[in-house]
């Protein structure tokens, strides 16, 4: 399949609402690629050139685009200062960078300002120098073929891996290089793709429905497929081992067999909400106890190599953090273990009172630059409370209480890692005390596990629960909701001069829908609001995400694509007639923003009735 073929495709899905028509439009383009096109194509479609655990980044700001674009335009339209494009209010020859830039002013999307314009570009260039014919739609390479998906995701690799003296100049040179060999759809999903704003409107639970959709017309394996992807989030690999199966049989045991692999992330295991010690104890038995910590998700992959650990860390939300830790590789090194595959909290300390520290200050690690040096101000320790997998072997399978055993034989605490503690209990009283005396200690209260529970992610069934905090701590509900930020409004007064007055959000819905519960424009610092813009903006869109359910009353003056989170704590839940899920959060608050979460792992409407005034 060439590049402008797919590139139609994904016109064609970011202009679908319905999430059951897209998933039939991605079955059908994943039926006409060929077995090597398969897995590029996902990452592409996720905005990436390789799985969202891998880091590669193109490293190019807007305005090294629009320098390379500024070449494209130029090229194709070296003598006209595009009057007839209605771009511009008045006819004017402007330098090409700011042509460019008074485009992408107006359409607010620099891919589909670079679109419009070269449309009108081609369309004088054919008009003035080509010959009229069905074959300069699209543009050749030097074999006068029209570029293939391949070949496109192997150029912008080359982009992306460019580093070094000069390294910018290669960038715009070879980006411009590119883009003259594309159409003007597939260069507005290029453009796209090099910011990190592509935004098609689908999550990945939309591809793995479309996968089995592509087999079978239908969502038969989809569940099949979902396991499969927990165990190892690569869903390209996935994708092209599943779609390479031609019989039913071998599908089976291509995802029976589809493992935990280190190096890989696993999706991680996420709580349910229960409001009383009782309550739990009545619906899981008997069970592990554990201190909920407030820090970052870690999970950590160790293999061996000689007499060193080759170490990796990823947050629950799939990102490699390895270079955020330079302090891990002392400290695994007590680690008896050929290879394993731990699930922990990463936690912030005072070293001269070794106090834990809130989670802001654990997130200042998030860095890139200065790593050694913060590392040093604001240690960090690991507090291991689970094993996935040891020595070549998934334990994913194995019941929580052997997975603690092995883990015990394999740790040794010392400065950095440390084993998590628990109790096993059937007692409900001695389930509430354990969870107040961990918020005695300044902690976030208890984890509750079933004691012979499998590990699997998400929070699909009473595996794995948190229990509520203590009445007050954070507004009169009895716990905060992870919200999904769906937009913002300009506001009035002095709001309207800051730019941004209130904001929209959500939470998660039946098939990957988000449905409003709260506009929020209080309770937030000059500084919060300044930083949720800046996110916003960031993640802005032109159009409504398919995903939203929104009533026209509440469409905000800026839509944000699904990507940011926030914990946001309330009074009450009350039925609501306005909002989309039918509920309503009464006074609510900006806790902080999780930038460790990401929003496939908001809070959903089924968690809601288990949240009530405290």
Known sequence: MNFFQFSNYLQQLELTNSRLEMTAQLAELFNQMTPDEIAPACYLMQGQLVPTYQSLEFSMSEKLTIKALAVVVKKISPDSSLPSTNLFDEEDNLPYEQRIMKAYSKFGDLGLAAEEMLKIGRQEKSENKMENDANHNTLRNEENEPLSIIEVHRRLTDIALEEGVGSVQRKIETTSNLLLLLEPTSIKYVVRIILGKLRLGFSVMTMIDALSWAKYGDKSDSNKIEEAYQKKADIGQLACGYLASSAKQDRDNFLSSY????????????????????????????????????????????????????????????????????????????????????????????????????????????????????????????????????????????????????????????????????????????????????????????????????????????????????????????????????????????????????????????????????????????????????????????????????????????????????????????????????????????????????????????????????
């Open 259 to 614: 493992e935990v692999e280190v190096g890989v992330p696993v999706l991680p295991a996420l709580c349910q909400r229960l409001n009383t010690a009782q309550e739990i104890i009545e619906k899981m038995g008997r069970v592990m106890v554990e201190p909920k910590y407030d820090g970052l998700r870690a999970q950590l992959h160790l293999q061996r190599q000689g007499d060193k650990y080759l170490v990796q860390v990823f947050t629950r939300s799939l990102e490699d953090v390895t270079h955020m830790f330079p302090e891990l590789k002392k400290g695994v090194k007590q680690i008896n273990a050929d290879s394993c595959i731990f699930d922990a909290e990463a936690i912030a300390y005072d070293p001269q009172t070794k106090q834990l520290l809130p989670f802001q200050q654990t997130i200042t690690r998030k860095r890139k630059h200065k790593v050694a040096s913060e590392s040093e101000k604001t240690p960090i320790r690991f507090y291991l409370f689970d094993l996935m997998y040891l020595n070549g072997e998934s334990l994913v399978n194995r019941p929580l209480d052997v997975r603690k055993k092995l883990m015990s034989q394999v740790i040794t605490s010392n400065d950095t890692i440390f084993e998590t503690e628990y109790t096993i209990t059937d007692d409900p009283l001695k389930v509430h005390q354990y969870h107040y005396q961990q918020l005695e200690a300044g902690l976030e209260g208890a984890v509750i596990k079933k004691i012979d529970s499998k590990y699997r992610s998400g929070r699909k069934g009473w595996r794995w629960v948190k229990i509520k905090e203590k009445e007050g701590e954070r507004g009169k509900l009895s716990d905060s909701l992870d919200c999904v930020v769906m937009g913002y409004y300009f506001g009035k007064g002095k709001r309207a001069a800051f730019g941004i007055g209130a904001f929209l959000v959500g939470v998660l819905a039946e098939n990957d829908q988000v449905k409003t519960i709260a506009k929020i424009g209080t309770g937030l610092t000059d500084e919060q609001f300044a930083h949720l813009k800046q996110m916003a903006d960031n993640s802005r869109v032109e159009k409504k995400p398919g995903q939203y359910i929104v009533p026209k009353e509440l469409a905000p003056d800026v839509w944000v694509a699904p990507q940011i989170v926030v914990e946001i704590a309330a009074d009450e839940l009350t039925n609501s007639p306005l909002h989309s899920v039918g509920k309503a959060l009464r006074f609510p608050r900006l806790v902080k923003f999780r930038t460790d979460k990401k929003w496939e792992q908001a809070t959903t409407v089924g968690e809601l009735s288990s949240i009530k005034i405290a």
